[in-house]
């Protein structure tokens, strides 16, 4: 399965934004992709972090939401909206949102929604992030099943960027059968250099699975530097394609065959005892 990570550089403006990825995405279709993945924040990388808070809506339709599902549509792929604000029920609009990435089908079906779990906060003294600020933690992991074009069935499951320092999540995910890990994200310059590469590899090696790491890349103008390194990993760890920084697509094939090698050659998975 040919798969596509796309990488970014969002800014406040989200017509600017669903253009860009909209361009992307024709590229990925383009090369023969079945699953096209976004970055975290992919529709609003905004001036604060309240500005997220105005764009959310409520799960089910929406302009996002619509767009999302339209492309899937138009293009005849797999995507996963990396996030997008989604409106809390019952809650005050100023208060909090969700920050949820959406899995659609060619059809523009909507098939799976995962809220964030982990929040990241960070503060190393000049740049601070507390997540938490304005978001609202998810609970539960979200997996979904991808029938490809080969015949095999992937078993996907979902995480969003600072979940990823957090492999008891991976581990569920494994224990239910998944081989292919989502990681949409928007690690920062900082944290990115010291980890981003390191944490993907484990949680590819550590799981046999492969893993898809959409990110944002390059100098975004609310002052923000992202680390982008955009990748595709197979289930031993390798780096099959990636890309430093700007916008771009990262494109790579998924063998079934070679994953499940793999899994009868190391079958660490059924060696688990904890």
Same mark, same amino acid.
């Given at each position: 399965m040919k798969v596509a990570a796309i990488q970014m550089v969002a800014c406040p403006r989200v &017509? !600017?934004? #669903?253009?860009?990825? !909209?361009?992307?995405?024709? &590229? %990925? %279709?383009?090369?023969?992709? *079945?699953?096209a993945v976004l970055p975290e924040y992919f529709c609003l990388m905004g001036q604060r972090d309240?500005?997220? =808070?105005? =764009?959310? &809506?409520?799960?089910? !339709?929406?302009? $996002?939401?619509?767009? #999302?599902? %339209?492309s899937a549509r138009e293009f005849g792929l797999w995507i996963v909206g990396g996030t997008l604000p989604l409106a809390l029920q019952g809650a005050a609009q100023s208060e909090r949102c969700r920050n949820a990435s959406l899995a659609f089908v060619p059809t523009g079906e909507r098939v799976a929604v995962y809220d964030k779990i982990h929040l990241f906060k960070f503060d190393d003294g000049s740049r601070v992030y507390d997540e938490a600020a304005v978001l609202a933690p998810g609970s539960q992991p979200v997996l979904f099943d991808l029938p490809s074009r080969d015949g095999h069935r992937w078993r996907v499951g979902m995480s969003v960027c600072y979940d +990823?320092?957090?492999? *008891? +999540?991976?581990?569920?995910?494994? %224990?239910?059968?998944? /081989? #292919?890990? #989502?990681v949409p994200s928007a690690f920062t310059h900082v944290t990115g250099q010291a980890h981003w590469e390191v944490l993907l590899r484990a949680r590819a090696i550590e799981n046999l699975s492969c893993v898809i790491a959409a990110a944002q890349g390059g100098q975004h103008e609310n002052g923000r530097r992202t680390w982008g390194q955009s990748m595709?990993? /197979?289930?031993?760890?390798?780096? =099959?394609?990636?890309?430093? *920084?700007?916008?771009? $697509?990262v494109l790579a094939d998924l063998d079934p065959a070679a994953l499940a090698a793999r899994r009868q050659q190391l079958p660490? =998975?059924?060696?688990?005892?904890l």
């Open positions: &017509e !600017h934004n #669903l253009r860009a990825a !909209h361009a992307l995405l024709a &590229e %990925a %279709a383009q090369a023969g992709a *079945e699953l309240a500005d997220k =808070l105005a =764009l959310a &809506e409520p799960l089910g !339709h929406g302009p $996002v939401q619509d767009w #999302l599902a %339209a +990823l320092r957090f492999p *008891e +999540l991976y581990r569920a995910y494994a %224990a239910q059968g998944a /081989d #292919l890990l #989502l595709v990993i /197979d289930a031993w760890g390798q780096i =099959l394609a990636q890309r430093p *920084e700007g916008p771009g $697509v660490a =998975l059924s060696h688990r005892v």
